[in-house]
């Protein structure tokens, strides 16, 4: 089982539609959660943080359920730009600085 | 604050040849990681260090080396370029348990 798992997508949503991506975890003990965007032959930038209590940065909420280790992004009210594969990263087993990445979701918002 | 600079952005090698990929940061990051990712799939992790002087294993180190003789320096060595490693290659840091600065990379062709 991989440690940390993500539809590959990709998700096909016309403009202004709310997309969500999910993502499990193995490690029940991880504590570091991050959503990444990696636009297509760019390097990852990190999107946001994920908070127990879930958080929100305009139009994008990040939700964690520790409990059935998921993370969730939302996006609402999609623009073109928001194009791009979105990687749910979560910190490794065997260390606190090691992230481990999905191999991400694909998103692709149309005219 | 040039943040992860990489350099080349460009490399053509022919097999057999050797070259080191450059890697630098002005954060004073514990942390430093080289990962790879080849088309249509996710990072993958080669080699990382902890510190200066500290350096371990990735998923797939086979055929790469390392060495952090500063906090700020990571330099990735092939020591006999093969077909098999013409990927696009990431080097990130971060502090501990922090999220991820990556470069912009450098992508290689092997012929």
């Known amino acids: 089982r991989k440690e940390v798992e993500q539809d590959p997508g990709p998700f096909n949503v016309p403009e202004g539609a709310t997309v969500a991506f999910n993502c499990t975890y193995s490690n029940s003990a991880s504590q570091s959660f991050f959503w990444y965007r990696q636009d297509c032959r760019k390097e990852p930038k990190l999107l946001m943080s994920?908070?127990?209590s879930g958080n929100e940065d305009g139009r994008f909420t990040a939700q964690l359920n520790r409990a059935s280790q998921y993370i969730s992004l939302l996006i609402r009210d999609s623009k073109l730009s928001d194009s791009a594969t979105y990687l749910c990263?979560?910190?490794?087993?065997?260390?606190?600085?090691?992230?481990?990445f999905g191999s991400g979701t694909r998103l692709l918002v149309r005219p | 604050n040039a943040g992860v600079t990489q350099t080349p952005k460009f490399q053509v090698l022919k097999t057999g040849q050797s070259m080191t990929l450059q890697c630098a940061q002005d954060m004073n990051h514990e942390y430093m990681s080289w990962y790879r990712q080849d088309p249509g799939m996710g990072l993958r992790l080669i080699h990382y260090?902890?510190?200066?002087?500290?350096?371990d294993q990735g998923e797939v180190p086979n055929g790469y080396n390392v060495s952090r003789s500063t906090t700020e320096d990571f330099p990735l060595r092939l020591l006999s370029a093969a077909p098999s490693q013409t990927s696009v290659y990431f080097c990130?840091?971060?502090?501990?348990?922090?999220?991820?600065?990556f470069g912009s990379g450098t992508r290689l062709t092997v012929v």
């Open positions: 260090s902890v510190g200066a002087g500290i350096t």
């Open positions: 990263v979560v910190n490794g087993m065997d260390s606190s600085y090691k992230l481990i």
């Open positions: 990130a840091s971060s502090y501990v348990g922090g999220d991820y600065t």
């Open positions: 994920v908070y127990s």
